[in-house]
Antibody
Framework: EVQLVESGGGLVKPGRSLRLSCTASGFTFDDYAMSWFRQAPGKGLEWLGFIRSKGYGGTTEYAASVKDRFTISRDDSKSIAYLQMNSLKTEDTAVYYC??????????WGQGTLVTVSS | EIVLTQSPGTLSLSPGERATLSCRASQSISTTYLAWYQQKPGQAPRLLIYGASNRATGIPDRFSGSGSGPDFTLTISRLEPEDFAVYYCQQCGSSPRFTFGPGTKVDIK
Protein backbone atom coordinates (compact mmCIF):
# COMPACT_ATOMS: atom_id res chain seq x y z
CA GLU A 1 0.00 0.00 0.00
CA VAL A 2 1.33 3.40 -0.99
CA GLN A 3 1.76 5.70 2.00
CA LEU A 4 3.00 9.26 2.21
CA VAL A 5 3.45 10.91 5.58
CA GLU A 6 4.29 14.59 5.95
CA SER A 7 5.97 15.93 9.04
CA GLY A 8 7.72 19.04 10.27
CA GLY A 9 4.83 21.48 10.38
CA GLY A 10 4.10 23.76 13.28
CA LEU A 11 4.03 27.35 14.47
CA VAL A 12 6.79 29.56 13.14
CA LYS A 13 7.43 33.31 13.26
CA PRO A 14 7.45 35.42 10.09
CA GLY A 15 10.86 35.52 8.42
CA ARG A 16 11.93 32.16 9.84
CA SER A 17 12.54 28.89 8.02
CA LEU A 18 10.97 25.45 8.22
CA ARG A 19 11.69 22.14 6.54
CA LEU A 20 8.91 19.68 5.82
CA SER A 21 9.49 16.00 5.16
CA CYS A 22 7.43 13.54 3.15
CA THR A 23 8.26 9.96 4.03
CA ALA A 24 7.16 7.40 1.45
CA SER A 25 6.55 3.68 1.71
CA GLY A 26 4.86 0.92 -0.26
CA PHE A 27 6.47 1.74 -3.61
CA THR A 28 9.86 2.25 -5.24
CA PHE A 29 10.38 5.88 -4.30
CA ASP A 30 13.34 6.32 -6.68
CA ASP A 31 11.10 5.77 -9.70
CA TYR A 32 8.69 8.62 -9.06
CA ALA A 33 8.51 12.38 -9.22
CA MET A 34 7.09 14.07 -6.14
CA SER A 35 5.06 17.28 -5.91
CA TRP A 36 4.25 19.60 -3.03
CA PHE A 37 0.98 21.48 -2.61
CA ARG A 38 -0.65 23.66 -0.02
CA GLN A 39 -4.16 24.62 0.97
CA ALA A 40 -4.78 27.78 2.96
CA PRO A 41 -7.67 27.60 5.46
CA GLY A 42 -10.95 27.41 3.59
CA LYS A 43 -9.22 27.80 0.23
CA GLY A 44 -8.36 25.69 -2.80
CA LEU A 45 -5.27 23.73 -3.77
CA GLU A 46 -2.04 25.40 -4.88
CA TRP A 47 0.83 23.54 -6.53
CA LEU A 48 4.20 24.64 -5.13
CA GLY A 49 6.75 22.61 -7.02
CA PHE A 50 8.02 19.18 -7.90
CA ILE A 51 11.16 17.12 -8.18
CA ARG A 52 11.75 14.61 -10.91
CA SER A 53 13.12 11.16 -10.25
CA LYS A 54 16.89 10.75 -10.56
CA GLY A 55 16.26 8.82 -13.74
CA TYR A 56 14.88 12.02 -15.25
CA GLY A 57 17.62 14.19 -13.84
CA GLY A 58 16.23 14.86 -10.38
CA THR A 59 15.55 18.44 -11.42
CA THR A 60 13.01 20.75 -9.86
CA GLU A 61 10.41 23.26 -10.96
CA TYR A 62 8.52 25.74 -8.83
CA ALA A 63 5.46 27.93 -8.87
CA ALA A 64 6.33 31.58 -9.42
CA SER A 65 4.81 32.48 -6.05
CA VAL A 66 7.42 30.51 -4.09
CA LYS A 67 10.31 30.10 -6.51
CA ASP A 68 12.81 32.25 -4.64
CA ARG A 69 11.93 31.04 -1.16
CA PHE A 70 11.10 27.32 -1.35
CA THR A 71 13.39 24.44 -2.31
CA ILE A 72 12.47 20.82 -2.94
CA SER A 73 14.98 18.00 -2.56
CA ARG A 74 14.93 14.24 -2.15
CA ASP A 75 16.87 11.50 -0.40
CA ASP A 76 16.14 8.29 -2.27
CA SER A 77 18.12 6.22 0.26
CA LYS A 78 15.56 7.21 2.91
CA SER A 79 12.51 7.54 0.60
CA ILE A 80 11.97 11.10 1.73
CA ALA A 81 11.14 14.28 -0.16
CA TYR A 82 11.76 17.63 1.49
CA LEU A 83 10.30 21.10 1.21
CA GLN A 84 12.60 23.78 2.57
CA MET A 85 10.69 27.01 3.20
CA ASN A 86 12.59 30.22 3.90
CA SER A 87 11.53 33.78 4.72
CA LEU A 88 8.10 32.59 5.72
CA LYS A 89 5.18 35.02 5.57
CA THR A 90 1.83 34.98 7.30
CA GLU A 91 0.23 34.16 3.95
CA ASP A 92 2.18 30.89 3.87
CA THR A 93 -0.12 29.57 6.60
CA ALA A 94 -1.68 26.43 5.16
CA VAL A 95 -1.85 22.67 5.23
CA TYR A 96 1.04 21.34 3.15
CA TYR A 97 0.68 18.11 1.18
CA CYS A 98 3.09 15.97 -0.75
CA UNK A 99 1.82 13.77 -3.55
CA UNK A 100 3.16 11.12 -5.88
CA UNK A 101 3.41 12.79 -9.26
CA UNK A 102 2.46 10.78 -12.31
CA UNK A 103 3.23 13.77 -14.55
CA UNK A 104 -0.35 14.50 -15.55
CA UNK A 105 -2.03 13.77 -12.23
CA UNK A 106 -1.32 12.96 -8.57
CA UNK A 107 -2.33 9.45 -7.60
CA UNK A 108 -1.51 9.37 -3.89
CA TRP A 109 -1.42 12.16 -1.32
CA GLY A 110 -0.16 12.43 2.23
CA GLN A 111 -2.46 13.45 5.05
CA GLY A 112 -0.93 16.93 5.22
CA THR A 113 0.91 18.93 7.85
CA LEU A 114 -0.22 22.31 9.14
CA VAL A 115 2.15 25.26 8.98
CA THR A 116 1.11 28.37 10.88
CA VAL A 117 3.15 31.53 10.38
CA SER A 118 2.41 34.02 13.11
CA SER A 119 4.24 36.29 15.50
CA GLU B 1 -1.76 30.16 -17.63
CA ILE B 2 -4.87 28.04 -18.14
CA VAL B 3 -7.65 28.87 -15.67
CA LEU B 4 -10.23 26.28 -14.65
CA THR B 5 -13.77 27.31 -13.74
CA GLN B 6 -16.10 24.91 -11.95
CA SER B 7 -19.86 25.08 -11.73
CA PRO B 8 -21.98 25.11 -9.79
CA GLY B 9 -20.18 26.33 -6.70
CA THR B 10 -22.50 24.28 -4.51
CA LEU B 11 -24.78 21.42 -5.48
CA SER B 12 -27.47 20.45 -2.98
CA LEU B 13 -28.78 16.95 -3.63
CA SER B 14 -30.25 13.98 -1.80
CA PRO B 15 -28.71 10.52 -1.53
CA GLY B 16 -29.60 8.46 -4.58
CA GLU B 17 -29.74 11.46 -6.89
CA ARG B 18 -27.45 12.09 -9.85
CA ALA B 19 -24.77 14.75 -9.59
CA THR B 20 -23.34 16.50 -12.62
CA LEU B 21 -20.31 18.72 -12.05
CA SER B 22 -18.78 20.94 -14.71
CA CYS B 23 -15.21 22.08 -15.29
CA ARG B 24 -14.35 24.54 -18.04
CA ALA B 25 -10.82 25.50 -19.08
CA SER B 26 -9.93 28.95 -20.36
CA GLN B 27 -8.51 27.29 -23.46
CA SER B 28 -8.70 23.87 -25.02
CA ILE B 29 -6.72 21.17 -23.26
CA SER B 30 -6.06 17.56 -24.07
CA THR B 31 -8.12 14.99 -22.20
CA THR B 32 -4.80 13.47 -21.09
CA TYR B 33 -4.22 16.45 -18.81
CA LEU B 34 -7.54 16.60 -16.94
CA ALA B 35 -8.15 14.91 -13.59
CA TRP B 36 -10.77 15.03 -10.83
CA TYR B 37 -10.30 14.77 -7.06
CA GLN B 38 -12.58 14.41 -4.06
CA GLN B 39 -11.78 16.09 -0.78
CA LYS B 40 -13.60 15.61 2.51
CA PRO B 41 -13.15 17.96 5.50
CA GLY B 42 -9.83 17.41 7.24
CA GLN B 43 -8.65 14.95 4.60
CA ALA B 44 -6.27 15.02 1.68
CA PRO B 45 -7.55 15.08 -1.90
CA ARG B 46 -8.28 11.67 -3.39
CA LEU B 47 -7.81 10.95 -7.08
CA LEU B 48 -11.05 9.91 -8.77
CA ILE B 49 -10.51 10.32 -12.50
CA TYR B 50 -7.46 10.84 -14.67
CA GLY B 51 -7.17 11.38 -18.40
CA ALA B 52 -10.68 12.91 -18.23
CA SER B 53 -12.45 9.54 -18.15
CA ASN B 54 -10.29 6.88 -16.48
CA ARG B 55 -11.30 5.83 -12.98
CA ALA B 56 -8.47 5.57 -10.50
CA THR B 57 -7.82 2.34 -8.65
CA GLY B 58 -10.59 1.49 -6.20
CA ILE B 59 -13.01 4.20 -7.36
CA PRO B 60 -16.61 2.94 -7.63
CA ASP B 61 -18.17 2.88 -11.06
CA ARG B 62 -20.85 5.37 -10.03
CA PHE B 63 -18.14 7.98 -10.71
CA SER B 64 -17.54 8.78 -14.36
CA GLY B 65 -15.74 11.50 -16.25
CA SER B 66 -16.32 12.80 -19.74
CA GLY B 67 -15.66 15.73 -22.01
CA SER B 68 -13.05 17.20 -24.29
CA GLY B 69 -11.53 20.50 -25.29
CA PRO B 70 -12.42 23.10 -22.78
CA ASP B 71 -15.48 21.39 -21.23
CA PHE B 72 -15.35 18.42 -18.87
CA THR B 73 -17.91 16.73 -16.63
CA LEU B 74 -17.78 14.57 -13.54
CA THR B 75 -20.94 12.54 -13.00
CA ILE B 76 -21.90 10.66 -9.87
CA SER B 77 -24.74 8.41 -10.97
CA ARG B 78 -26.34 7.80 -7.56
CA LEU B 79 -25.06 9.72 -4.58
CA GLU B 80 -24.05 7.69 -1.57
CA PRO B 81 -23.74 9.33 1.87
CA GLU B 82 -19.94 9.21 1.63
CA ASP B 83 -19.95 11.17 -1.65
CA PHE B 84 -20.86 14.48 -0.04
CA ALA B 85 -17.62 16.40 -0.34
CA VAL B 86 -15.78 19.01 -2.40
CA TYR B 87 -14.69 18.05 -5.92
CA TYR B 88 -11.81 19.66 -7.77
CA CYS B 89 -10.79 19.42 -11.39
CA GLN B 90 -7.10 19.73 -12.20
CA GLN B 91 -5.16 20.32 -15.37
CA CYS B 92 -1.50 19.73 -16.07
CA GLY B 93 0.36 22.40 -17.98
CA SER B 94 3.82 23.86 -18.36
CA SER B 95 3.91 26.69 -15.88
CA PRO B 96 2.47 26.28 -13.38
CA ARG B 97 2.63 22.53 -13.65
CA PHE B 98 -0.74 21.84 -11.99
CA THR B 99 -3.70 24.14 -11.58
CA PHE B 100 -7.01 23.37 -9.92
CA GLY B 101 -10.50 24.70 -10.26
CA PRO B 102 -12.08 26.41 -7.25
CA GLY B 103 -14.11 23.32 -6.42
CA THR B 104 -17.75 22.25 -6.33
CA LYS B 105 -19.22 21.40 -2.95
CA VAL B 106 -21.80 18.63 -3.04
CA ASP B 107 -23.88 18.86 0.09
CA ILE B 108 -26.96 17.13 1.43
CA LYS B 109 -30.25 18.74 0.53
Amino acid sequence: EVQLVESGGGLVKPGRSLRLSCTASGFTFDDYAMSWFRQAPGKGLEWLGFIRSKGYGGTTEYAASVKDRFTISRDDSKSIAYLQMNSLKTEDTAVYYCARDIYTYLDNWGQGTLVTVSS
Amino acid sequence: EIVLTQSPGTLSLSPGERATLSCRASQSISTTYLAWYQQKPGQAPRLLIYGASNRATGIPDRFSGSGSGPDFTLTISRLEPEDFAVYYCQQCGSSPRFTFGPGTKVDIK
